[in-house]
Protein backbone atom coordinates (compact mmCIF):
# COMPACT_ATOMS: atom_id res chain seq x y z
CA UNK A 1 0.00 0.00 0.00
CA UNK A 2 2.83 2.30 0.99
CA UNK A 3 4.58 1.24 -2.14
CA UNK A 4 1.56 2.44 -4.12
CA UNK A 5 1.27 6.27 -2.25
CA UNK A 6 5.09 6.45 -3.17
CA UNK A 7 4.19 5.64 -7.01
CA UNK A 8 1.16 8.06 -7.30
CA UNK A 9 3.01 10.75 -5.44
CA UNK A 10 5.86 10.53 -8.78
CA UNK A 11 3.94 12.29 -11.53
CA UNK A 12 3.03 14.98 -8.73
CA UNK A 13 6.53 15.63 -8.81
CA UNK A 14 7.25 15.77 -12.25
CA UNK A 15 4.71 18.09 -12.33
CA UNK A 16 5.71 20.80 -10.44
CA UNK A 17 8.96 20.49 -11.82
CA UNK A 18 7.33 21.18 -15.52
CA UNK A 19 5.59 23.97 -13.98
CA UNK A 20 8.47 25.51 -12.09
CA UNK A 21 10.71 25.39 -15.23
CA UNK A 22 7.65 26.48 -17.35
CA UNK A 23 7.37 29.96 -15.61
CA UNK A 24 8.72 32.61 -17.26
CA UNK A 25 6.44 30.82 -20.51
CA UNK A 26 3.41 30.98 -18.75
CA UNK A 27 4.47 35.18 -18.06
CA UNK A 28 5.09 35.53 -21.75
CA UNK A 29 1.71 34.15 -22.26
CA UNK A 30 0.49 36.73 -19.50
CA UNK A 31 1.50 39.63 -21.14
CA UNK A 32 0.63 38.44 -24.48
CA UNK A 33 -2.98 37.65 -23.32
CA UNK A 34 -2.77 41.19 -21.20
CA UNK A 35 -1.78 43.24 -24.74
CA UNK A 36 -4.47 41.11 -26.42
CA UNK A 37 -6.97 42.28 -24.70
CA UNK A 38 -5.98 45.72 -24.31
CA UNK A 39 -6.15 45.84 -28.17
CA UNK A 40 -9.09 44.40 -28.15
CA UNK A 41 -10.41 47.18 -25.49
CA UNK A 42 -8.69 49.48 -27.96
CA UNK A 43 -10.95 49.43 -30.92
CA UNK A 44 -13.17 52.40 -30.65
CA UNK A 45 -16.20 50.20 -30.81
CA UNK A 46 -15.05 48.49 -28.08
CA UNK A 47 -13.46 51.08 -26.12
CA UNK A 48 -17.04 53.27 -26.35
CA UNK A 49 -18.69 50.63 -24.70
CA UNK A 50 -16.21 49.47 -22.24
CA UNK A 51 -16.16 53.46 -20.77
CA UNK A 52 -19.69 54.20 -21.94
CA UNK A 53 -20.99 51.38 -19.83
CA UNK A 54 -18.87 49.48 -18.31
CA UNK A 55 -17.00 51.39 -16.05
CA UNK A 56 -19.85 53.87 -15.60
CA UNK A 57 -21.94 51.02 -14.13
CA UNK A 58 -19.09 50.69 -11.71
CA UNK A 59 -19.06 54.17 -11.07
CA UNK A 60 -22.62 54.62 -10.73
CA UNK A 61 -22.10 51.85 -7.70
CA UNK A 62 -21.28 53.66 -4.75
CA UNK A 63 -24.15 56.21 -5.47
CA UNK A 64 -26.65 53.49 -5.55
CA UNK A 65 -25.09 51.73 -2.03
CA UNK A 66 -26.22 55.05 -0.76
CA UNK A 67 -30.03 54.68 -2.34
CA UNK A 68 -31.07 50.73 -1.55
CA UNK A 69 -34.23 51.69 -0.47
CA UNK A 70 -36.72 50.19 -2.96
CA UNK A 71 -39.12 53.24 -3.60
CA UNK A 72 -35.99 55.52 -4.40
CA UNK A 73 -34.75 53.33 -6.06
CA UNK A 74 -38.00 52.80 -8.96
CA UNK A 75 -38.35 56.72 -8.84
CA UNK A 76 -34.65 56.96 -10.27
CA UNK A 77 -35.47 54.01 -12.80
CA UNK A 78 -39.01 55.25 -13.91
CA UNK A 79 -39.47 58.96 -12.80
CA UNK A 80 -42.75 60.57 -13.99
CA UNK A 81 -43.54 56.99 -15.36
CA UNK A 82 -43.85 55.77 -11.26
CA UNK A 83 -44.78 58.80 -9.80
CA UNK A 84 -47.63 59.99 -11.63
CA UNK A 85 -49.51 56.45 -11.06
CA UNK A 86 -48.24 56.81 -7.35
CA UNK A 87 -49.97 60.21 -7.18
CA UNK A 88 -52.72 58.98 -9.03
CA UNK A 89 -52.92 56.22 -6.73
CA UNK A 90 -52.80 58.62 -3.40
CA UNK A 91 -54.47 61.66 -4.46
CA UNK A 92 -57.75 60.25 -6.05
CA UNK A 93 -60.31 57.83 -4.55
CA UNK A 94 -60.34 53.94 -6.45
CA UNK A 95 -63.85 54.92 -6.99
CA UNK A 96 -63.40 57.70 -8.91
CA UNK A 97 -62.77 57.23 -12.85
CA UNK A 98 -59.82 59.17 -14.53
CA UNK A 99 -59.61 59.58 -18.38
CA UNK A 100 -55.88 60.03 -19.56
CA UNK A 101 -54.84 61.32 -22.55
CA UNK A 102 -53.48 58.62 -25.64
CA UNK A 103 -50.29 57.92 -26.27
CA UNK A 104 -49.83 60.49 -29.19
CA UNK A 105 -50.83 63.45 -26.92
CA UNK A 106 -48.61 62.48 -23.81
CA UNK A 107 -45.61 61.80 -26.21
CA UNK A 108 -46.31 66.07 -27.76
CA UNK A 109 -45.87 67.04 -24.04
CA UNK A 110 -43.46 64.52 -22.56
CA UNK A 111 -40.13 63.12 -23.26
CA UNK A 112 -40.36 59.95 -25.38
CA UNK A 113 -39.54 57.44 -22.33
CA UNK A 114 -42.12 58.70 -20.06
CA UNK A 115 -45.07 58.07 -21.42
CA UNK A 116 -46.35 54.64 -19.72
CA UNK A 117 -47.72 56.31 -16.97
CA UNK A 118 -51.04 56.69 -18.76
CA UNK A 119 -51.12 52.84 -19.38
CA UNK A 120 -54.18 51.12 -17.30
CA UNK A 121 -52.11 48.05 -16.83
CA UNK A 122 -49.19 49.82 -15.54
CA UNK A 123 -51.33 51.88 -13.09
CA UNK A 124 -52.48 48.70 -12.14
CA UNK A 125 -48.63 46.89 -12.24
CA UNK A 126 -47.25 49.40 -9.36
CA UNK A 127 -50.70 50.53 -7.19
CA UNK A 128 -53.06 48.04 -8.16
CA UNK A 129 -55.20 51.08 -9.02
CA UNK A 130 -58.07 50.16 -11.12
CA UNK A 131 -59.59 53.58 -12.49
CA UNK A 132 -57.44 54.93 -15.03
CA UNK A 133 -58.86 54.70 -18.89
CA UNK A 134 -57.15 56.03 -21.80
CA UNK A 135 -59.16 58.55 -24.13
CA UNK A 136 -61.08 57.34 -26.97
CA UNK A 137 -63.33 58.73 -29.72
CA UNK A 138 -66.37 55.81 -28.84
CA UNK A 139 -66.24 56.09 -24.78
CA UNK A 140 -68.63 57.93 -22.78
CA UNK A 141 -66.67 60.63 -21.13
CA UNK A 142 -68.97 61.49 -18.94
CA UNK A 143 -68.49 58.32 -16.22
CA UNK A 144 -65.06 60.44 -15.63
CA UNK A 145 -64.22 62.07 -13.01
CA UNK A 146 -61.15 63.30 -13.13
CA UNK A 147 -59.04 64.09 -16.68
CA UNK A 148 -55.42 64.67 -16.97
CA UNK A 149 -54.83 67.41 -19.63
CA UNK A 150 -51.15 69.32 -20.29
CA UNK A 151 -51.45 73.17 -19.72
CA UNK A 152 -48.11 75.03 -20.27
CA UNK A 153 -45.99 72.20 -20.58
CA UNK A 154 -47.33 71.36 -16.81
CA UNK A 155 -49.49 68.04 -16.32
CA UNK A 156 -52.76 69.07 -14.57
CA UNK A 157 -55.53 67.22 -13.28
CA UNK A 158 -59.03 68.45 -13.82
CA UNK A 159 -62.23 68.15 -11.88
CA UNK A 160 -65.10 67.28 -14.57
CA UNK A 161 -68.03 68.82 -12.98
CA UNK A 162 -69.28 70.39 -15.57
CA UNK A 163 -70.50 69.80 -19.44
CA UNK A 164 -68.01 72.68 -20.22
CA UNK A 165 -64.90 71.31 -18.59
CA UNK A 166 -65.92 67.97 -20.41
CA UNK A 167 -66.06 69.79 -23.37
CA UNK A 168 -62.84 71.22 -22.56
CA UNK A 169 -61.58 68.24 -21.93
CA UNK A 170 -62.15 66.46 -25.15
CA UNK A 171 -61.18 69.24 -27.56
CA UNK A 172 -57.90 69.00 -25.68
CA UNK A 173 -57.38 65.52 -26.29
CA UNK A 174 -58.01 65.78 -30.03
CA UNK A 175 -55.63 68.89 -30.06
CA UNK A 176 -52.99 66.43 -29.63
CA UNK A 177 -53.69 64.20 -32.34
CA UNK B 1 -31.64 33.61 4.00
CA UNK B 2 -34.03 32.99 1.96
CA UNK B 3 -32.32 33.61 -1.13
CA UNK B 4 -29.83 31.26 0.25
CA UNK B 5 -31.51 28.71 1.06
CA UNK B 6 -33.38 28.76 -2.67
CA UNK B 7 -29.87 28.55 -4.43
CA UNK B 8 -28.77 25.60 -2.57
CA UNK B 9 -31.90 23.99 -3.43
CA UNK B 10 -31.61 24.40 -6.77
CA UNK B 11 -28.67 23.38 -7.06
CA UNK B 12 -28.92 20.57 -5.13
CA UNK B 13 -32.26 19.78 -7.42
CA UNK B 14 -30.35 20.12 -10.58
CA UNK B 15 -27.78 18.17 -9.23
CA UNK B 16 -29.35 14.77 -8.67
CA UNK B 17 -31.20 15.04 -12.21
CA UNK B 18 -27.69 15.43 -13.46
CA UNK B 19 -27.25 12.39 -11.26
CA UNK B 20 -30.16 10.56 -13.17
CA UNK B 21 -28.63 11.29 -16.19
CA UNK B 22 -25.85 9.67 -15.40
CA UNK B 23 -24.22 13.05 -16.62
CA UNK B 24 -20.37 12.74 -16.05
CA UNK B 25 -17.78 15.60 -16.88
CA UNK B 26 -15.40 17.84 -14.73
CA UNK B 27 -17.15 19.63 -11.33
CA UNK B 28 -16.90 22.86 -12.30
CA UNK B 29 -19.21 22.12 -15.19
CA UNK B 30 -21.42 19.98 -13.47
CA UNK B 31 -21.90 23.00 -10.77
CA UNK B 32 -22.69 25.52 -13.40
CA UNK B 33 -25.02 22.53 -15.37
CA UNK B 34 -26.57 22.04 -12.08
CA UNK B 35 -27.56 25.10 -11.26
CA UNK B 36 -28.96 26.24 -14.39
CA UNK B 37 -30.65 22.34 -14.34
CA UNK B 38 -32.06 23.72 -11.51
CA UNK B 39 -33.07 26.72 -12.15
CA UNK B 40 -35.30 25.54 -15.13
CA UNK B 41 -36.43 22.45 -13.11
CA UNK B 42 -37.85 24.50 -10.12
CA UNK B 43 -40.21 26.03 -12.37
CA UNK B 44 -41.28 23.15 -13.37
CA UNK B 45 -41.95 22.30 -9.74
CA UNK B 46 -43.91 25.01 -9.18
CA UNK B 47 -45.77 25.30 -12.04
CA UNK B 48 -46.96 21.45 -10.76
CA UNK B 49 -48.08 22.35 -7.23
CA UNK B 50 -50.00 25.51 -8.88
CA UNK B 51 -51.60 22.83 -11.35
CA UNK B 52 -52.43 20.43 -8.36
CA UNK B 53 -53.64 23.57 -6.18
CA UNK B 54 -51.17 23.98 -3.82
CA UNK B 55 -50.91 27.67 -2.65
CA UNK B 56 -47.42 29.63 -3.90
CA UNK B 57 -45.98 30.23 -1.00
CA UNK B 58 -42.32 30.39 0.22
CA UNK B 59 -42.78 27.29 2.25
CA UNK B 60 -44.87 25.58 -0.05
CA UNK B 61 -41.84 26.05 -2.78
CA UNK B 62 -39.10 24.93 -0.13
CA UNK B 63 -40.72 21.87 1.22
CA UNK B 64 -41.36 20.53 -2.42
CA UNK B 65 -38.18 21.37 -3.28
CA UNK B 66 -36.58 19.13 -0.38
CA UNK B 67 -39.01 16.60 -1.16
CA UNK B 68 -37.92 16.12 -5.02
CA UNK B 69 -34.31 16.75 -4.24
CA UNK B 70 -34.54 13.59 -1.48
CA UNK B 71 -36.62 11.71 -4.17
CA UNK B 72 -34.41 12.25 -7.15
CA UNK B 73 -31.23 11.94 -4.76
CA UNK B 74 -32.22 9.07 -2.83
CA UNK B 75 -29.31 6.70 -4.24
CA UNK B 76 -26.69 9.31 -3.39
CA UNK B 77 -28.19 9.78 0.06
CA UNK B 78 -28.36 6.22 0.74
CA UNK B 79 -24.54 5.90 -0.29
CA UNK B 80 -24.07 9.09 2.26
CA UNK B 81 -25.62 7.03 4.81
CA UNK B 82 -23.84 3.54 4.21
CA UNK B 83 -20.29 4.77 3.48
CA UNK B 84 -20.40 8.40 5.30
CA UNK B 85 -19.09 9.50 1.93
CA UNK B 86 -21.25 11.96 -0.43
CA UNK B 87 -20.49 11.44 -3.57
CA UNK B 88 -20.09 14.73 -4.58
CA UNK B 89 -16.21 16.46 -3.85
CA UNK B 90 -15.55 19.79 -5.46
CA UNK B 91 -12.08 19.33 -5.11
CA UNK B 92 -9.40 22.21 -5.61
CA UNK B 93 -7.48 20.51 -7.81
CA UNK B 94 -9.31 22.27 -10.43
CA UNK B 95 -8.52 25.61 -9.32
CA UNK B 96 -5.01 24.68 -8.64
CA UNK B 97 -4.42 23.68 -12.25
CA UNK B 98 -5.77 27.20 -13.99
CA UNK B 99 -2.42 29.22 -14.94
CA UNK B 100 -1.92 32.65 -14.38
CA UNK B 101 -2.64 33.51 -17.85
CA UNK B 102 -6.27 31.70 -17.32
CA UNK B 103 -6.70 33.44 -13.84
CA UNK B 104 -6.18 37.23 -16.04
CA UNK B 105 -9.28 36.07 -18.26
CA UNK B 106 -11.74 34.80 -15.28
CA UNK B 107 -10.59 37.92 -13.68
CA UNK B 108 -11.68 40.06 -16.46
CA UNK B 109 -15.08 37.73 -16.64
CA UNK B 110 -15.69 37.98 -12.77
CA UNK B 111 -15.34 41.75 -13.14
CA UNK B 112 -18.37 41.60 -16.40
CA UNK B 113 -20.23 39.35 -14.16
CA UNK B 114 -20.04 41.39 -10.94
CA UNK B 115 -21.52 44.67 -12.35
CA UNK B 116 -24.41 42.26 -14.26
CA UNK B 117 -25.40 40.78 -10.93
CA UNK B 118 -25.03 44.04 -9.17
CA UNK B 119 -27.36 45.71 -11.74
CA UNK B 120 -29.72 42.57 -11.86
CA UNK B 121 -30.47 43.02 -8.01
CA UNK B 122 -30.61 46.63 -7.74
CA UNK B 123 -32.15 48.19 -10.62
CA UNK B 124 -36.10 47.75 -10.73
CA UNK B 125 -37.69 45.75 -13.80
CA UNK B 126 -37.22 48.00 -17.04
CA UNK B 127 -38.89 46.63 -20.00
CA UNK B 128 -42.45 47.75 -20.95
CA UNK B 129 -43.60 44.52 -21.46
CA UNK B 130 -42.16 43.12 -18.62
CA UNK B 131 -44.14 45.28 -16.30
CA UNK B 132 -47.02 44.23 -18.47
CA UNK B 133 -46.65 40.77 -18.31
CA UNK B 134 -43.69 38.59 -16.63
CA UNK B 135 -43.70 40.44 -13.73
CA UNK B 136 -47.17 41.69 -14.03
CA UNK B 137 -48.20 37.70 -13.35
CA UNK B 138 -45.56 37.10 -11.31
CA UNK B 139 -46.26 39.88 -8.70
CA UNK B 140 -49.86 38.92 -8.19
CA UNK B 141 -49.31 35.47 -8.21
CA UNK B 142 -46.95 35.86 -5.17
CA UNK B 143 -49.46 38.05 -3.31
CA UNK B 144 -52.54 35.56 -4.62
CA UNK B 145 -50.26 32.69 -3.95
CA UNK B 146 -51.75 31.36 -7.64
CA UNK B 147 -50.25 31.96 -11.15
CA UNK B 148 -53.85 32.27 -12.07
CA UNK B 149 -54.38 35.10 -9.71
CA UNK B 150 -57.47 38.16 -9.66
CA UNK B 151 -55.28 40.33 -11.59
CA UNK B 152 -56.53 38.52 -14.73
CA UNK B 153 -60.34 39.45 -13.81
CA UNK B 154 -59.20 42.71 -12.62
CA UNK B 155 -57.18 43.50 -16.23
CA UNK B 156 -60.56 41.65 -18.18
CA UNK B 157 -59.66 43.05 -21.23
CA UNK B 158 -56.94 45.68 -21.14
CA UNK B 159 -54.47 42.76 -21.18
CA UNK B 160 -52.54 41.88 -24.16
CA UNK B 161 -50.66 38.77 -25.19
CA UNK B 162 -47.51 39.55 -23.15
CA UNK B 163 -48.82 37.89 -19.61
CA UNK B 164 -49.54 34.66 -22.01
CA UNK B 165 -45.92 34.38 -23.07
CA UNK B 166 -43.97 30.89 -22.01
CA UNK B 167 -43.75 30.88 -18.36
CA UNK B 168 -39.97 30.46 -17.59
CA UNK B 169 -39.18 34.04 -16.65
CA UNK B 170 -42.70 34.38 -15.23
CA UNK B 171 -42.09 31.38 -12.49
CA UNK B 172 -38.55 32.33 -11.98
CA UNK B 173 -39.88 35.90 -11.29
CA UNK B 174 -42.37 34.33 -9.07
CA UNK B 175 -40.03 32.27 -6.84
CA UNK B 176 -37.16 34.80 -6.33
CA UNK B 177 -39.69 37.61 -5.46
CA UNK B 178 -40.99 34.68 -2.71
CA UNK B 179 -37.64 34.92 -1.79
CA UNK B 180 -37.97 38.40 -0.41
CA UNK B 181 -36.07 40.09 -3.44
CA UNK B 182 -37.98 42.91 -3.72
CA UNK B 183 -38.02 42.99 -7.79
CA UNK B 184 -36.64 39.15 -7.93
CA UNK B 185 -34.40 39.24 -11.27
CA UNK B 186 -31.26 37.37 -9.56
CA UNK B 187 -32.01 34.26 -11.01
CA UNK B 188 -31.19 36.16 -14.59
CA UNK B 189 -27.70 36.47 -12.66
CA UNK B 190 -27.75 32.62 -11.92
CA UNK B 191 -28.53 31.97 -15.38
CA UNK B 192 -25.51 34.70 -16.94
CA UNK B 193 -23.09 32.63 -14.45
CA UNK B 194 -23.79 29.17 -15.58
CA UNK B 195 -24.10 30.13 -18.88
CA UNK B 196 -20.55 31.43 -19.06
CA UNK B 197 -18.93 29.03 -16.60
CA UNK B 198 -20.24 25.85 -19.49
CA UNK B 199 -19.48 28.06 -22.52
CA UNK B 200 -15.80 28.36 -21.02
CA UNK B 201 -15.65 24.82 -20.22
CA UNK B 202 -16.68 23.55 -23.29
CA UNK B 203 -14.93 26.38 -25.12
CA UNK B 204 -11.53 25.03 -22.70
CA UNK B 205 -12.19 21.43 -23.57
CA UNK B 206 -11.58 22.39 -27.20
CA UNK B 207 -8.92 25.22 -27.05
CA UNK B 208 -6.31 26.33 -25.00
CA UNK B 209 -7.70 28.43 -21.86
CA UNK B 210 -6.47 31.68 -23.31
CA UNK B 211 -8.19 31.25 -26.45
CA UNK B 212 -11.27 29.80 -24.78
CA UNK B 213 -10.93 32.98 -22.16
CA UNK B 214 -10.52 35.79 -24.83
CA UNK B 215 -13.51 34.50 -26.78
CA UNK B 216 -15.61 34.13 -23.34
CA UNK B 217 -14.69 38.12 -23.45
CA UNK B 218 -15.99 38.75 -26.83
CA UNK B 219 -19.24 36.89 -26.22
CA UNK B 220 -19.62 38.94 -23.12
CA UNK B 221 -18.39 42.17 -24.97
CA UNK B 222 -21.31 41.89 -27.37
CA UNK B 223 -23.26 45.14 -25.76
CA UNK B 224 -26.95 44.24 -26.81
CA UNK B 225 -26.07 40.67 -25.58
CA UNK B 226 -24.85 42.28 -22.58
CA UNK B 227 -27.53 44.12 -22.04
CA UNK B 228 -29.91 41.62 -21.60
CA UNK B 229 -28.04 39.35 -18.69
CA UNK B 230 -29.72 41.97 -15.90
CA UNK B 231 -33.20 42.73 -18.02
CA UNK B 232 -35.50 40.67 -17.53
CA UNK B 233 -36.97 39.05 -20.51
CA UNK B 234 -37.53 36.35 -22.52
CA UNK B 235 -35.04 36.23 -25.35
CA UNK B 236 -32.15 35.71 -22.87
CA UNK B 237 -32.91 32.81 -21.17
CA UNK B 238 -33.94 31.06 -24.53
CA UNK B 239 -30.57 31.90 -26.11
CA UNK B 240 -29.05 30.38 -23.29
CA UNK B 241 -30.89 27.25 -22.86
CA UNK B 242 -30.71 26.81 -26.67
CA UNK B 243 -27.19 27.55 -27.48
CA UNK B 244 -25.86 25.48 -25.05
CA UNK B 245 -28.54 22.54 -26.42
CA UNK B 246 -26.82 22.55 -29.45
CA UNK B 247 -23.29 22.77 -28.21
CA UNK B 248 -24.27 19.66 -26.08
CA UNK B 249 -25.74 17.88 -29.24
CA UNK B 250 -22.77 18.84 -30.82
CA UNK B 251 -20.72 17.11 -28.65
CA UNK B 252 -23.39 13.72 -28.42
CA UNK B 253 -22.94 13.95 -32.54
CA UNK B 254 -19.21 13.53 -31.83
CA UNK B 255 -18.91 11.05 -28.62
CA UNK B 256 -22.55 9.42 -28.81
CA UNK B 257 -22.48 9.59 -25.37
CA UNK B 258 -26.25 9.55 -24.55
CA UNK B 259 -26.01 11.98 -21.56
CA UNK B 260 -24.86 14.87 -23.65
CA UNK B 261 -28.37 13.62 -25.98
CA UNK B 262 -30.78 13.80 -23.11
CA UNK B 263 -29.07 17.37 -21.68
CA UNK B 264 -29.23 18.72 -24.95
CA UNK B 265 -32.68 17.65 -25.55
CA UNK B 266 -34.06 18.79 -21.50
CA UNK B 267 -32.03 22.63 -22.80
CA UNK B 268 -34.06 22.73 -25.99
CA UNK B 269 -37.27 21.93 -23.85
CA UNK B 270 -36.29 24.65 -21.79
CA UNK B 271 -36.31 26.89 -24.81
CA UNK B 272 -39.70 25.66 -25.76
CA UNK B 273 -40.45 26.35 -21.97
CA UNK B 274 -39.34 29.97 -21.97
CA UNK B 275 -40.43 31.43 -25.41
CA UNK B 276 -42.83 28.80 -27.13
CA UNK B 277 -42.15 29.80 -30.95
CA UNK B 278 -38.75 28.03 -30.58
CA UNK B 279 -40.81 24.51 -30.86
CA UNK B 280 -40.66 25.65 -34.25
CA UNK B 281 -36.58 25.30 -34.32
CA UNK B 282 -36.62 21.97 -32.44
CA UNK B 283 -38.23 20.15 -35.93
CA UNK B 284 -35.12 21.65 -37.41
CA UNK B 285 -32.52 20.93 -34.69
CA UNK B 286 -34.24 17.36 -35.03
CA UNK B 287 -33.91 16.85 -38.42
CA UNK B 288 -30.10 18.59 -38.75
CA UNK B 289 -29.22 15.95 -35.46
CA UNK B 290 -30.68 12.66 -37.87
CA UNK B 291 -28.09 13.70 -40.46
CA UNK B 292 -25.42 13.77 -38.58
CA UNK B 293 -25.58 11.06 -36.18
CA UNK B 294 -23.90 8.17 -36.14
CA UNK B 295 -24.88 6.31 -39.53
CA UNK B 296 -24.12 2.73 -38.33
CA UNK B 297 -26.97 3.55 -35.60
CA UNK B 298 -29.55 4.68 -38.10
CA UNK B 299 -32.08 2.98 -36.88
CA UNK B 300 -31.59 4.27 -33.18
CA UNK B 301 -31.39 7.67 -33.95
CA UNK B 302 -34.75 8.26 -35.67
CA UNK B 303 -35.89 7.39 -31.67
CA UNK B 304 -33.38 9.60 -30.27
CA UNK B 305 -34.64 12.56 -32.97
CA UNK B 306 -38.68 11.32 -32.24
CA UNK B 307 -37.31 11.90 -28.31
CA UNK B 308 -35.56 14.97 -28.60
CA UNK B 309 -38.44 16.62 -30.72
CA UNK B 310 -40.93 15.25 -28.16
CA UNK B 311 -39.79 17.00 -24.82
CA UNK B 312 -39.82 20.25 -26.65
CA UNK B 313 -43.48 19.21 -27.64
CA UNK B 314 -44.13 18.59 -24.36
CA UNK B 315 -42.95 21.77 -22.83
CA UNK B 316 -44.83 23.52 -25.51
CA UNK B 317 -48.10 21.42 -24.81
CA UNK B 318 -48.26 22.10 -21.14
CA UNK B 319 -48.44 25.64 -21.51
CA UNK B 320 -49.87 26.36 -24.94
CA UNK B 321 -52.83 23.66 -24.95
CA UNK B 322 -53.48 23.08 -21.59
CA UNK B 323 -52.53 25.79 -19.08
CA UNK B 324 -53.35 28.96 -21.39
CA UNK B 325 -56.76 27.39 -22.80
CA UNK B 326 -57.90 25.30 -19.74
CA UNK B 327 -56.54 27.64 -16.62
CA UNK B 328 -56.01 31.23 -17.77
CA UNK B 329 -58.74 30.60 -20.61
CA UNK B 330 -57.20 32.33 -23.14
CA UNK B 331 -57.03 31.26 -26.44
CA UNK B 332 -53.67 32.46 -28.48
CA UNK B 333 -54.99 34.26 -31.10
CA UNK B 334 -52.81 33.04 -34.23
CA UNK B 335 -51.34 35.60 -35.96
CA UNK B 336 -49.88 33.22 -38.43
CA UNK B 337 -51.13 32.69 -41.98
CA UNK B 338 -49.94 30.16 -44.52
CA UNK B 339 -50.22 29.11 -48.09
CA UNK B 340 -49.49 32.01 -49.71
CA UNK B 341 -46.65 33.60 -51.99
CA UNK B 342 -45.48 37.07 -51.45
CA UNK B 343 -42.25 37.77 -53.27
CA UNK B 344 -42.02 40.76 -51.89
CA UNK B 345 -42.46 40.55 -48.21
CA UNK B 346 -39.40 37.88 -48.47
CA UNK B 347 -37.09 39.92 -49.85
CA UNK B 348 -38.12 42.57 -47.48
CA UNK B 349 -38.01 40.40 -44.61
CA UNK B 350 -34.28 38.67 -45.67
CA UNK B 351 -32.73 41.92 -46.39
CA UNK B 352 -33.56 43.47 -42.76
CA UNK B 353 -32.94 40.08 -41.37
CA UNK B 354 -29.51 40.57 -42.70
CA UNK B 355 -29.07 44.29 -41.71
CA UNK B 356 -29.90 43.27 -38.26
CA UNK B 357 -27.20 40.31 -38.02
CA UNK B 358 -24.72 42.78 -39.74
CA UNK B 359 -26.00 45.92 -37.58
CA UNK B 360 -22.58 46.90 -36.24
CA UNK B 361 -24.18 48.88 -33.18
CA UNK B 362 -25.58 45.88 -31.86
CA UNK B 363 -23.20 43.23 -32.02
CA UNK B 364 -19.63 45.02 -33.55
CA UNK B 365 -17.57 42.76 -35.42
CA UNK B 366 -19.27 39.95 -34.80
CA UNK B 367 -20.65 38.73 -37.24
CA UNK B 368 -17.89 39.54 -39.53
CA UNK B 369 -15.03 37.61 -37.32
CA UNK B 370 -17.42 34.89 -38.00
CA UNK B 371 -18.00 35.08 -41.43
CA UNK B 372 -14.05 35.09 -42.44
CA UNK B 373 -13.97 31.93 -39.89
CA UNK B 374 -16.32 30.29 -41.78
CA UNK B 375 -14.67 30.83 -44.85
CA UNK B 376 -10.94 29.91 -44.37
CA UNK B 377 -12.07 27.18 -42.53
CA UNK B 378 -13.97 25.59 -45.27
CA UNK B 379 -12.49 27.13 -48.29
CA UNK B 380 -8.76 26.99 -47.04
CA UNK B 381 -8.83 24.19 -44.72
CA UNK B 382 -12.17 22.20 -45.63
CA UNK B 383 -12.36 21.32 -42.27
CA UNK B 384 -16.01 19.61 -41.72
CA UNK B 385 -15.57 19.14 -38.39
CA UNK B 386 -17.84 21.66 -37.17
CA UNK B 387 -20.04 21.95 -39.85
CA UNK B 388 -23.45 20.54 -37.45
CA UNK B 389 -22.51 24.28 -36.08
CA UNK B 390 -22.16 26.00 -39.30
CA UNK B 391 -25.01 24.75 -40.88
CA UNK B 392 -27.02 24.75 -37.75
CA UNK B 393 -26.55 28.91 -37.98
CA UNK B 394 -27.76 28.90 -41.27
CA UNK B 395 -30.99 26.48 -40.49
CA UNK B 396 -31.83 28.86 -37.27
CA UNK B 397 -31.88 32.21 -40.04
CA UNK B 398 -33.82 30.25 -42.41
CA UNK B 399 -35.93 28.85 -39.90
CA UNK B 400 -36.53 32.73 -38.25
CA UNK B 401 -37.21 33.84 -42.27
CA UNK B 402 -40.03 31.05 -42.78
CA UNK B 403 -41.44 31.81 -39.50
CA UNK B 404 -41.62 35.72 -39.58
CA UNK B 405 -42.71 35.29 -43.02
CA UNK B 406 -45.73 33.85 -41.76
CA UNK B 407 -46.36 35.83 -38.92
CA UNK B 408 -48.74 38.58 -39.67
CA UNK B 409 -47.71 41.37 -37.35
CA UNK B 410 -45.76 44.54 -38.26
CA UNK B 411 -42.97 43.53 -40.79
CA UNK B 412 -40.68 46.04 -39.06
CA UNK B 413 -41.38 45.27 -35.66
CA UNK B 414 -40.89 41.37 -36.82
CA UNK B 415 -37.13 42.48 -37.87
CA UNK B 416 -35.81 45.06 -35.33
CA UNK B 417 -37.12 43.88 -32.31
CA UNK B 418 -38.28 39.79 -32.51
CA UNK B 419 -35.68 39.22 -34.96
CA UNK B 420 -32.75 40.91 -32.91
CA UNK B 421 -33.28 39.90 -29.70
CA UNK B 422 -34.21 36.36 -31.48
CA UNK B 423 -31.18 36.66 -32.93
CA UNK B 424 -29.35 36.61 -29.33
CA UNK B 425 -29.69 32.07 -30.54
CA UNK B 426 -26.64 33.40 -32.91
CA UNK B 427 -23.74 34.56 -31.22
CA UNK B 428 -22.90 31.88 -28.72
CA UNK B 429 -22.75 29.06 -31.43
CA UNK B 430 -21.16 31.58 -33.98
CA UNK B 431 -18.24 32.32 -31.18
CA UNK B 432 -18.19 28.33 -30.52
CA UNK B 433 -17.76 28.11 -33.61
CA UNK B 434 -14.53 30.08 -34.33
CA UNK B 435 -13.24 28.32 -31.23
CA UNK B 436 -13.74 25.10 -32.68
CA UNK B 437 -12.29 25.90 -36.30
CA UNK B 438 -8.81 24.79 -37.74
CA UNK B 439 -7.11 27.80 -37.17
CA UNK B 440 -7.95 28.05 -33.54
CA UNK B 441 -7.52 24.48 -33.18
CA UNK B 442 -3.58 25.22 -34.83
CA UNK B 443 -2.90 28.12 -32.62
CA UNK B 444 -4.40 26.13 -29.35
CA UNK B 445 -1.98 23.55 -30.15
CA UNK B 446 1.01 25.55 -30.69
CA UNK B 447 0.57 27.14 -27.32
CA UNK B 448 0.06 23.90 -25.74
CA UNK B 449 3.22 22.63 -27.62
CA UNK B 450 5.00 25.22 -26.90
CA UNK B 451 4.16 25.70 -23.32
CA UNK B 452 5.04 21.62 -22.85
CA UNK B 453 8.30 20.36 -20.94
CA UNK B 454 9.82 18.79 -24.35
CA UNK B 455 10.40 22.81 -25.76
CA UNK B 456 11.41 24.67 -22.79
Known sequence: MAKKNKNKRKPKTQKGKRSSTNIHKHIILLIVSLAVVITFYSVPYYNFWLKKRIFNYYKEVSHQLSTLNVEKRLIERHGYNYLIPKYFSQNIPQTDKILVPNRSYIKKYFSQQQFYWGYPVWNYYFFKSKNITIFKDNIDPSLYKYAVICKNRKLKIVKIDSVDILNEVISEYNRGK | ?456
Open chain 2, 1 to 456: MKLVFILILTFFLGLTILRRINYRSDKIEITALALLFGIGFSTLLIFLLDVIGISLTFLSVFVSMVVVCLLLGYPEIRSLIANKKFDYNLSFKAVKKISIEEWFFLLVITGFFIISLWRCYYLPITPYDTIVGIDLVAKYAVEAGQINSYMFNDMHGLLSTQPYYAPFATLCQIIYRLADLPFGKVWLSMLFLSFIIIFYRKLRQKTHPVLAGLLTIILISIPEFYAYTFMVQTDFSNAVFISLAIIYAFQFIKSNDKAHFWISAILFGFGCWSRSETFAFSLLAGLLMLVFINKEKQNKSFLLVAYFIGISFLFFCIWNLYYLPHVLDYSPESYFKFGFWDKKRLTLLFNGMVDVLFNFNFWGYLPYFFIGFALINLVFFRDKENLFLLLWIITLFTGFLILLYHLQLNISANINNTFRRGSFKFWPIMVYYIGTSYIVQKVSQKITNWLSPATS
